[in-house]
């Protein structure tokens, strides 16, 4: 009942298609208990739940099985469905100490490399990901009408963040580069059709073993990685949480504290926007074209 209402209610509608399938990832996996009376949700039998996850689909899904619980018991209380949330004070699922960081940041050299290697009509998207730190989806779905001689104007699809940036020489290149096409969005495949994640990645998974393969970069790099290498440079530059979540729209200053984590804090600049674009010409690195 909980989550056929909360599914219903316009605080769910609102949410991102791509963050409403995630939510219904989990509802799906907690069908079995779907009859389950709502005082039956203990703190214990939630913490039981997490690990049930944990065992099954490890520590990040058993994370996010938590969330999701505390967010509709939450909304629950709200509404006064339940009268506490008995997520609270349930610790999160332990990462294991020995795997590798998740969307590590790129080297400036690996940034170098992929963006010298791509074909033409990948190009774009990669540019927007690497000097606006744009979701990967929100850079392939970027409509043209966001684009303008003054910059970006466009929200994040994931928290509805507003971004505005001025529009960086490396992106006017990469635009006059682009093949010619009548899609209504900014990027496109090689058809001349708006790209979808799942063939995008497919293009990028094929270049990364190549390159890879050729010890150009290391393995691990990942798409939603380049907004982490975004964060960790504008932390470099001694930018403070605030104004990195409002170049990364970023609803929290938390996420982009977790964005530029690795960032070295003893170094300061005073701009933003042209600093970075400076910062990122001053760290190209002659490579090999493949």
């Known amino acids: 009942m909980l989550i056929k209402k909360y599914r219903a209610s316009p605080k769910f509608q609102k949410r991102a298609p791509r963050t409403q399938s995630d939510y219904q990832r989990v509802f799906d996996w907690l069908r079995p208990i779907e009859d389950t009376q709502l005082e039956w949700f203990t703190r214990g039998r939630v913490a039981k739940i ?18 999701v619980l505390s967010v509709i018991f939450s909304w629950g209380m709200e509404y006064e469905y339940v009268k506490e949330n008995p997520v609270e004070h349930v610790s999160l699922a332990e990462r294991p100490k020995n795997l590798p960081d998740a969307n590590r940041p790129w080297t400036d050299a690996e940034r170098e490399a992929v963006l010298a290697a791509l074909p033409p009509h990948m190009l774009l998207p990669f540019t927007l990901m690497t000097f606006y730190g744009l979701d990967p989806q929100d850079a392939l779905g970027l409509p043209r009408t966001a684009i303008s001689e003054a910059g970006i104007d466009t929200r994040r699809n994931k928290t509805g963040q507003p971004i505005y940036l001025p529009l960086f020489a490396p992106v006017r290149e990469a635009m006059a580069a682009a093949p010619v096409h009548s899609a209504i969005t900014l990027c496109a495949n090689s058809k ?18 190549k390159l890879e393969t050729a010890g150009v970069i290391q393995p691990g790099l990942t798409l939603k990685g380049l907004r982490h290498t975004v964060g960790t440079i504008l932390a470099e530059m001694g930018r403070d949480n605030a104004t990195i979540a409002l170049v990364l729209g970023h609803a929290t200053e938390a996420m982009a504290k977790h964005y530029s984590r690795r960032a070295d804090r003893s170094k300061q600049a005073q701009s933003v926007a042209v600093d970075f674009e400076a910062e990122v010409n001053k760290r190209k690195t002659k490579v090999v074209k493949l």
């Open 192 to 209: 001349g059709q708006p790209w979808t994640y799942n063939g995008f990645s497919t293009n990028w998974d094929k270049l990364k073993k």
């Open 50 to 67: 997490r690990d049930e996850a944990e065992q099954q689909h490890k520590f990040r899904f058993a994370n996010y099985v938590r969330s």
